[in-house]
């Protein structure tokens, strides 16, 4: 037990740089390197939403790293584009990030627009890779309304 404290001490006192990497829309971060992400998203009828979207940024709001983000699986009943805009982040309070929240910051995102008269289920498969070596299928299921 003496043991797994130290390992928990070190993980809080010396985080990686994994911890950089924001994702909306998700839980902690895994220790594998691949993974497979299921969300759930709603949007109305010919309106675009984000779907899904991330952060590698340094505690000065810059980017750190790299992604590549793909659509895998494009939507049947819509778009869906990624955008290297710069957008708000929404860094937990306490995280060394957090001040970021309040100006655009570097990152990547993925946007779905339905076609205008549909209404349903939708779906559409993104593969995002970095520069620290992981790799996430991220499943969005959307219902559009």
Known sequence: MKALRIVIAALVLLPGVSLAQQRLGASPQPEKGFEEVHISKAALAGKEIRVWAAQMIDPACNATGSMDTQILQTPKHGEARVSDEPFFGAFSEG???????????????????????????????????????????????????
Do not use: M
């Not at 076609?115 to 349903?120: K, N, V, W």
């Not at 890779?129 to 992981?134: F, I, N, V």
């Open 95 to 145: 995280n060394a990030r957090y001040h970021c929240n309040s100006q655009k910051s570097p990152g990547r995102q993925v946007l779905y627009r339905s076609a205008p008269d549909f209404h349903g289920h939708d779906k559409l498969v993104l593969q995002n890779s970095t520069s620290e070596g992981r790799i996430r299928n991220w499943v969005v299921d959307i219902d559009v309304r």
